[in-house]
Nanobody, 115 residues
Framework: QVQLVESGGGLVQPGGSLRLSCVVS????????MGWYRQAPGKQREMVAA???????NYADSVKGRFTISRDGAKNTAYLQMNSLKPEDTAVYYC?????????WGQGTQVTVSS
């Protein structure tokens, strides 16, 4: 059984910052790619950022230069540092981990950017 738990969401003013964390626990041999996705009301879930086991990163164009994904292999944890937040970043953010040929999802954490 593999579980993902996200934390770090909340309410922030435009221009502010938040740091999301995602801890993977359970029967883990090794984690391949980890990623962050988001889903705003009435919209499809979209990829925000991803990082491979080797450290290669990929970002959505809308967050390049503002968001940074990282991971700590020893802690089975991924992070998403979000700076210069905009109202359009408001969404539920989900962590995804691909391991043992299967993708797992967390329960999501709400990020609201509003004055």
């Amino acid at each position: 059984q593999v579980q993902l738990v996200e934390s770090g969401g909340g309410l922030v003013q435009p221009g502010g910052s938040l740091r999301l964390s995602c801890v993977v626990s359970g029967s883990i041999f090794s984690i391949d790619t980890m990623g962050w996705y988001r889903q705003a009301p009435g919209k499809q879930r979209e990829m925000v950022a991803a990082i491979t086991r080797g450290g290669t990163t990929n970002y959505a164009d809308s967050v390049k230069g503002r968001f940074t994904i990282s991971r700590d292999g020893a802690k089975n944890t991924a992070y998403l540092q979000m700076n210069s937040l905009k109202p359009e970043d408001t969404a539920v953010y989900y962590c995804n981990a691909f391991l043992q040929a299967f993708g797992y999802w967390g329960q999501g954490t709400q990020v609201t950017v509003s004055s």
